[in-house]
Each structure stands twice: as structure tokens, then as C-alpha cells.
């Protein structure tokens, strides 16, 4: 075990938190394309691959020559605990010496594992070394190449490996010495089925002492590097993107520009983008697959759902597209779990109703199987089976009264917008077209414009959200609040009647009542799919999370109030959206997330196997 020195700093330490958050931080920026859960980076050295003379104390940071250093056959090296991902592009580290001790035979480098830990660095084959006694670098040999200055007490020596072009420099007090290596080991990659091996060996940072007294210091991260690593870094950055951009398409430009048009414009409509879709179509010449209505069908239930009118979002659904809900029955229940999330955020309509009829009378029929937003003129608009689960919000209605739909193309039957506690606004903020928008009514809702429920375009740039590369893999939107602006009935989702405090269903307790009786049927739904399906873990944690905001008295400031925040009504969105378009047999994912995706895989992918440019060619840098 190694010994703790005067400067080391004992786990838990607070001045040890920071240092390692410190860490953390420098590392993520230096080797961002790097998985540390899949190759740790080295931050220390390790006391298990290490010669005896050798002593580490300072958390590992430290190495101390403790043996006899009569000759060569007493020199002793240790390597650092892990070896240098690939994934890096370029890797530096930095060595301080304290004390040159009584010859200053020290080296600094780099070796294969299993390289004899009885030499210094650079005397046998996968290993590097610079030495401070002489100034020579070895490689892979006992006799050395004149390279550099010495070193001695006080110097700093760096050590950088490059992994685009496979050498290695030094540098010393911050200055580079100049290319020691080229044609360090690559590795060759070998495709066997569906996995990736490697045949060369991967380099661990490496450091020698050979005679009493020397001392030397690591630096991994831990502080700011003397060299500007990052600099050098960033000229290589800027040479890789100037060479992906000077990439030779000659003759199939055109050929490029018409799959790109297309995959944007899939795009547009994939997310409900209709009158941009319609307008990039026209200036580009390229074909929507999808019919207008459609797209705007599913814009409405979108803006539904960021609004948090979940209930809404599930009748709208089971109107326009039936049976998609019952054949998608964790779909269902993570909607149904959204929605008693909602409740209780006293966003859904199943309890603003109460907030706005309380003023004209005490309180609906206290009924499980109707709909508060519907009254009880309307008894048979949530009727089921008696095989069949009861749903509040009409996910499974039959026999309802014909009356007029505010979704074009819906046959069934659905209450007038006069019936919803707040009507939603339609328009369209960046579309020529949105002059043609009228107020929301049951007359004026077969006519609506190209604009109608266009979702905000100014939270986006052409249709991807800013600095969203991630997102944009899983189909999610990445915005705080989608929904903003002047559209108060829908917003941002958050209850009109909070008044600056926030209470549990508005504060309304008639609310509160029909939000306890949601639950009960939602426990009902969860027993009824673990009957029909077995036992989900996973809707047993989403049921968990959305009841246990029930125990706590401010449920917006609690361990599990996240699942308030209106950003977390995007991946269910996003489910619902995908889910509509399978059944309408267009791709779930647009082209251009998926092309997105596929490259950022395949980018990692080449970057883990020693294809160094690739570290400093990540798609994200590429999305403006």
C-alpha cells in the first residue's frame, strides 16, 4: 500500500472534493470524445505495477527512488494505473522534479504493459524515454539519440503523445522540444462478428529513477499544465475540420444536396413544423410524404402534451388515430402516469376545470368513470365493456353523441372547445399565413390555417434546437419551455390560478378529490397490464415516483420533484409523436436523426480503435 506523504489529502476531505471535481472538469475538457466507464483515463500512478525501489506517497502522485542505485541493474520504473485511451487524439501529462538526487538518472515516457519494470523507460521494445543525465530519448533501445536539454530540480518535463499522426514530444518549463517518436504502435483493429479486438499494445504513462534521492511529482490533470496543451490541441481541431471541409464531392453535389433537402424537410414534419415544412418544400421542390391534416393532427397533440393537458393529448389521440393507445399499452401508462403528474402540477384538465366552474357552482359529480371537463350530460361519452378497464379521459369511449370535432379528420365525437377550461391558441408567430388564424371556436376550427399550432420557431434554427446534438439522437426537443409567449391558455403549462404560490391541484380541493380518485384508476390500470403482461419494473418505479409526490408538502422542492418540470413532458412527446407515425406506417425517427446518430457512433466507434483525427471530429462541433 502506498505510504500518504505530508501533502496528501484523505478521501472526503472537502479540499479533496474540490480538487477532484477540479479534475473531473480539466479532463472532460481535454478529452471530451473519451468514456471513462469504458477506458479511465491515468490520474495516478499504480502501486501495483511498479518495481520495489520504487516508493509512492501524495495520493500516487508522488515517486521516490528507495533502492541501492550502484548500476543500471538497479534502476526501477513504475507505470501509471491505466493506459492511454485512444479515444484521446492527443494526451499530455507533465512531470515535476523535486530532486535530481545523487546522478539524476530519471526518465520520462512511455511503456506497453508487461514491459520490464527493472529498466527505465526507453531501453526495451514498447518503450519511450527521455532522460534528464544526458538529454538523450530511447527508443526501444539501450543506446539513446541525442534529443534535448537535461533536466534537474525545478524543471518541469511534459510529455505529449499524438495519436492523429502517432508521435510523441516532450517539452520542458513549457517549450516543446520537438518530435522524439514517430511511428508510435497503432492499433490494428480486427473485425470478428459484431466486436472489435486489438492487436498493438496501448501506452501507459512511465517514469524511472536509478539512484537515492530522486523525487518526482506527476501531474495528470490534477493542475493546470505549464504547456499549452490546449492550444496545441486546438490547432489540431481546426486542422482536422478544415480537412473534413475541404472533403472532394465533385460530381454528386447535386446528388448530396437533394438526400440532405429531404432528410430536412422529414424533419420539419416529423416534428409538426407544418408551415415551415410547407415553405422549405416549395423553395426546395422536394415532396411532404405526409398529408397536411396529418401533421397538423399530430402538432395539436404535441402542444397538447408540452402544455401538460395530457388528457386532452389522450382523448385527442384516441380520436384521431384509434386503437393506437390499446395496442401501446406502456405507451398508455407512461402517458397516464404523465398525466396524474400534471394534476398534481394542476396543469391537466381534469382538475383546472374545477378552478374555473367552482366560480358558478361547488363541484362535478364525484364519478371515476367521467370526465370532470365533460359534465354529466354526456353519460355515455366514457362508457366501456364490461371487459374493458374504465378510463377518465376517454381512452376507451364508445357510443359517444355526435357532435361537432375540433380535430380535422376525426369522425368521433369530442367536447366543444366552450367545455375545456381553457381553449388553445392555434397560431403560428413566424408564418405568413398566421393573419388567417381566427379565435378558437367550434365554428372556426375546420378552417384553420397552414399556421394552426405551428410549435414556437424562434426557440430553433431551421427546425434543430441549439447546441442539441445529443437530443437530437433520441428524437427529444431540448428547450427549457417550448411552449412561451403570449398564449396564456396554454404557456408553459403552469396552473392560472397559482397566483405566485404553487399548491397541489391549483389548491382547489374538488381538484384534489378527483386527482386521489385518478390514482386509484391508475393502480387499477398498473394491476390490470401486470395481469395481462407480468409484472413491469419499470411502471412500478414511474408509478412510485409520480404517487411519492403526494407525500410532501411542497412537491416542487422534493427529492422527486424533477418530475414537475415541464421539460420532462418531452421524451413522452416524443414517444406519442413516434407511436402516431409507426401506425401510420412513416418512420418513427426522422433520417436525419438517425444520419446524425449513426455518425456520432461511428465517430466514437473509430476514435476507441486509434483512429486519432476522429477524437477532434465530433458532430456536434459541426451543428449550428
Request: proline letters at 6%.
Amino acid at each position: 500500500m502506498a505510504e500518504l506523504g505530508a501533502g496528501s489529502l484523505l478521501p472526503g476531505d472537502p479540499a479533496s472534493n474540490d480538487q477532484e471535481q477540479e479534475l473531473n472538469e480539466r479532463l472532460k475538457r481535454l478529452y471530451p470524445a473519451v468514456n471513462e466507464e469504458e477506458t479511465p483515463l491515468p490520474r495516478s500512478w499504480s502501486p501495483k505495477d511498479k518495481y520495489s525501489y520504487i516508493g509512492l506517497s501524495q495520493n500516487n502522485l508522488r515517486v521516490h527512488y528507495k533502492g541501492h542505485g550502484k548500476n543500471h541493474k538497479d534502476a526501477a520504473s513504475v507505470r501509471a494505473t491505466h493506459p492511454i485511451p485512444a479515444a484521446c487524439g492527443i494526451y499530455y501529462f507533465e512531470v515535476k522534479i523535486v530532486s535530481k538526487g545523487r546522478d539524476g538518472y530519471m526518465g520520462i515516457g512511455l511503456s506497453a504493459q508487461g514491459v520490464n519494470m527493472n529498466r527505465l523507460p526507453g531501453w526495451d521494445k514498447h518503450s519511450y524515454g527521455y532522460h534528464g543525465d544526458d538529454g538523450h530519448s530511447f527508443c526501444s533501445s539501450g543506446t539513446g539519440q541525442p534529443y534535448g536539454p537535461t533536466f534537474t530540480t525545478g524543471d518541469v518535463i511534459g510529455c505529449c503523445v499524438n495519436l492523429i499522426n502517432n508521435t510523441c514530444f516532450y517539452t520542458k518549463n513549457g517549450h516543446s522540444l520537438g518530435v522524439a517518436f514517430t511511428d508510435l504502435p497503432v492499433k490494428r483493429v480486427v473485425m470478428r462478428l459484431a466486436e472489435l479486438s486489438a492487436c498493438s499494445p496501448n501506452l501507459y504513462p512511465t517514469v524511472g529513477l536509478q539512484t537515492p534521492g530522486e523525487i518526482v511529482d506527476a501531474n495528470f490533470g490534477q493542475q493546470p499544465f505549464v504547456f499549452d496543451i490546449e492550444d496545441y490541441m486546438s490547432e489540431w481541431r481546426a486542422k482536422i475540420h478544415g480537412m473534413i471541409a475541404r472533403f472532394p464531392i465533385g460530381e454528386r453535389l447535386g446528388e448530396w444536396q437533394t438526400v440532405l433537402q429531404n432528410m430536412v424537410s422529414s424533419y420539419l414534419v416529423h416534428h409538426g413544423y407544418c408551415a415551415t415544412a410547407m415553405a422549405f418544400a416549395r423553395a426546395t421542390e422536394t415532396m411532404i410524404q405526409e398529408d397536411q391534416t396529418s401533421i397538423k393532427n399530430r402538432q395539436r397533440i404535441q402542444k397538447l402534451v408540452l402544455a401538460g393537458r395530457v388528457g386532452e393529448a389522450i382523448e385527442a389521440t384516441q380520436q384521431l388515430y384509434p386503437g393506437l393507445l390499446e395496442r401501446n399499452p406502456n405507451l398508455l401508462f407512461m402517458l397516464k402516469c404523465r398525466q396524474f403528474v400534471e394534476m398534481v402540477n394542476g396543469t391537466d384538465s381534469e382538475v383546472r376545470c374545477f378552478s374555473v366552474r367552482s366560480k358558478t357552482q361547488d363541484s362535478y359529480p364525484d364519478s371515476p368513470s367521467l370526465s370532470p371537463r365533460h359534465g354529466a350530460t354526456n353519460p355515455h361519452l366514457h362508457s366501456t365493456g364490461a371487459d374493458s378497464p374504465t378510463y377518465s379521459n376517454g381512452v376507451t369511449p364508445s357510443n359517444k353523441n355526435k357532435s361537432h370535432s375540433k380535430y380535422p379528420g376525426a369522425s368521433s365525437a369530442s367536447s366543444s372547445p366552450s367545455s375545456s377550461p381553457s381553449s388553445v391558441n392555434y397560431s403560428e408567430s413566424n408564418s405568413t399565413d398566421s393573419t388567417k388564424s381566427q379565435p378558437h371556436s367550434a365554428t372556426s376550427n375546420q378552417e384553420t390555417s397552414d399556421s394552426e399550432m405551428e410549435i414556437e420557431a424562434e426557440h430553433y434554427s431551421n427546425g434543430v434546437a441549439e447546441n442539441s446534438s445529443t437530443r437530437i439522437m433520441n428524437g427529444t426537443y431540448k428547450h427549457q419551455e417550448i411552449l412561451q409567449g403570449g398564449d396564456s391558455s396554454v404557456g408553459n403549462g403552469v396552473a392560472e390560478d397559482g397566483c405566485g404560490s404553487r399548491q397541489l391541484c391549483g389548491g382547489n380541493q374538488a381538484a384534489t378529490e378527483r386527482m386521489i380518485q385518478f390514482g386509484r384508476e391508475l393502480q387499477a390500470l398498473n394491476e390490470q397490464l401486470s395481469r395481462q403482461y407480468g409484472k413491469n419494473a419499470t411502471h412500478k418505479k414511474m408509478l412510485q415516483d409520480a404517487f411519492s409526490l403526494l407525500a410532501y408538502s411542497d412537491p416542487w422542492n422534493c427529492p422527486v420533484g424533477q418530475q414537475l418540470d415541464p421539460t420532462q413532458r418531452e421524451a413522452i412527446c416524443s414517444a406519442l409523436n413516434s407511436a402516431i407515425l409507426e401506425s401510420q406506417n412513416l418512420p418513427k425517427q426522422p433520417p436525419l436523426m438517425l444520419a446524425l446518430g449513426q455518425a456520432t457512433e461511428c465517430v466514437q466507434l473509430m476514435a476507441r480503435v486509434h483512429s486519432g483525427s476522429c477524437s477532434f471530429a465530433r458532430v456536434d462541433n459541426f451543428l449550428h
